[in-house]
């Protein structure tokens, strides 16, 4: 049972990037998933959400600019992330609130 989440990288002020974050054994179709960061010195905290129904939700910060989607024929979670500032830089996991489920985590820094 798990998450891999993948797709972090490097990128300039601006660019864009997109996270997956695919399961297995689990259904992400029938919980809540989540993208969390973590930056260094600071706490974890929570970016968006996409629940069972499809509903989606934002931090202030994101909204906007990320989108949190879902692919249930692939079973995988997606976080789109467009003009990106360097203050988005972290560590982007995946979270499945059901079966209460990290990803590994996959880094992103934003920088010139």
């Known amino acids: 049972v798990q998450l891999q989440a993948s797709g972090g990288g490097l990128v300039q002020p601006g660019g864009s990037l997109r996270l997956s974050c695919a399961a297995s054994?689990?259904?992400?179709?029938?919980?809540?998933t989540g993208w969390y960061r973590q930056a260094p010195t600071k706490p974890r905290e929570l970016v968006a959400t996409?629940?069972?129904?499809?509903?989606?939700d934002y931090i202030d910060a994101v909204r906007g600019r990320f989108t949190v989607s879902r692919d249930s024929a692939k079973n995988t979670a997606y976080l789109q992330m467009n003009s990106l500032k360097p203050e988005d830089t972290a560590v982007y996991y995946c979270?499945?609130?059901?079966?209460?489920?990290w990803g590994q985590g996959t880094e992103v820094t934003v920088s010139s």
């Open positions: 979270y499945a609130f059901g079966s209460g489920l």
């Open positions: 054994e689990i259904n992400l179709s029938i919980q809540t």
């Open positions: 996409i629940s069972s129904a499809d509903s989606t």
